[in-house]
């Protein structure tokens, strides 16, 4: 269903956007750091398991949106590619903070409430839903069909990626946790090269025809 064409530059922008430093990353830092390794594992799965639930949405969505009216899409279009330019520029002026959020301090008995845990914070994020809903469609060729279907094979795609590198941070979330810390500059560059990502998508899908 999906081209090389299509897959390897997805791809590429979400691994850049899922290791810039935010919530979720960091906190799948936290929790490995500070509870071991299975703890920041199964909250990392977690995390990427939550964006399903936004891939669904995303693809009913703009199927929905395309059947409706190509007014609604266009509209759609135009405050999704916003959106992105908006956490674009907001990228851009981040100090690129790395420090580790502080874990709460209620207890997390076994890996299975630490997944729990991850699958429902990312999944009642309306930010995560927006960003899906506005990312998804940049990778979508009309021409080749089954719009719906497309977008839920990105999404896995998306999601498989995440659980790869979140699974990773909670796997060596000590050592990476510290290099972090101490190379402030690392998050910046980071943010920078997110932000660019950000706005040339969001730029691409509002002036998209």
């Known amino acids: 269903m999906l081209t ?8 590429a922008a979400a691994v850049v956007l899922t290791l810039t430093p935010g919530p979720d990353n960091l906190m799948v830092l936290s929790l490995g750091a500070s509870r071991g390794r299975a703890q920041g ?30 007014l609604a899409f266009t509209l759609l279009r135009l405050l999704g590619g916003g959106y992105l330019v908006w956490l674009g520029i907001g990228a851009l002026r981040s100090a690129g903070s790395t420090a580790l959020p ?5 207890a997390l008995s076994s890996p299975g409430r630490a997944f729990a845990r991850g ?25 080749h069909g089954q719009v719906a279907l497309q977008m839920a094979a990105l999404g ?13 941070l909670g796997w060596f979330a000590g050592s990476i946790g510290r290099w972090l810390q ?6 910046r560059w980071l943010d920078r090269i997110a932000g660019m990502v950000f706005i040339a998508l969001g730029l691409r899908l509002a002036l998209a025809r």
């Open 119 to 143: 699958v429902l914070a990312n999944a009642i994020n309306p930010k995560v839903a927006l960003f899906f809903l506005s990312f998804l469609p940049q990778f979508v060729v009309p021409g």
């Open 4 to 11: 090389l064409d299509q897959l390897l530059p997805f791809l």
């Open 156 to 168: 896995l795609v998306f999601t498989l990626q995440a659980a790869l590198i979140f699974g990773a």
């Open 182 to 187: 101490r190379r402030p500059r690392a998050g």
């Open 41 to 70: 594992v199964a909250f990392g799965l977690g995390c990427a398991a939550g964006c399903l639930s936004h891939t669904l949405l995303a693809a009913l969505g703009v199927s929905a949106a395309l059947a409706a009216s190509p």
């Open 102 to 106: 502080a874990v709460g301090s209620e």
